[in-house]
Nanobody
Framework: VQLQASGGGLVQTGDSLRLSCVAS????????IAWFRQAPGKEREGVAC???????TYAESVKGRFTISRDNDKKTFYLQMESLTPGDTAVYYC??????????????????????WGQGTLVTVSS
């Protein structure tokens, strides 16, 4: 599976932004999709994940502000980000892992669980 992330940019504190991740593989409905981010000088961290059954999980730092969603027909996955702060500045990556079913509740925010990765899109939040 090839993934292409887009939608990053420079925004101000409090602004919103929607990231998109377009997949080129088949049967994307069988994949769990996650967003990760890596801030300058920090480790990459899991932000949000959506299972093939549309169940979701979020990092505590973004809970209530970020929403992950998926459109399997378009093979496109989204991360809607609200109330952005400078602490959200990072390169954002989408990632996919085969879950074997369209009704799986499998979710993860661990990098090692994901096989396929997009190239990243930079989000910069100014104060």
């Amino acid at each position: 599976v090839q993934l292409q992330a887009s939608g990053g940019g420079l925004v101000q504190t409090g602004d919103s932004l929607r990231l998109s991740c377009v997949a080129s593989g088949y049967n994307m409905a069988y994949y769990a999709i996650a967003w990760f981010r890596q801030a300058p000088g920090k480790e990459r961290e899991g932000v949000a994940c959506i299972s093939s059954s549309h169940d979701t999980t979020y990092a505590e730092s973004v809970k209530g502000r970020f929403t992950i969603s998926r459109d399997n027909d378009k093979k496109t996955f989204y991360l809607q980000m609200e109330s952005l702060t400078p602490g959200d500045t990072a390169v954002y990556y989408c990632a996919a892992v085969w879950s074997g079913s369209t009704s799986s509740i499998y979710k993860s925010l661990r990098q090692s669980d994901f096989r396929d990765w997009g190239q990243g899109t930079l989000v910069t939040v100014s104060s």
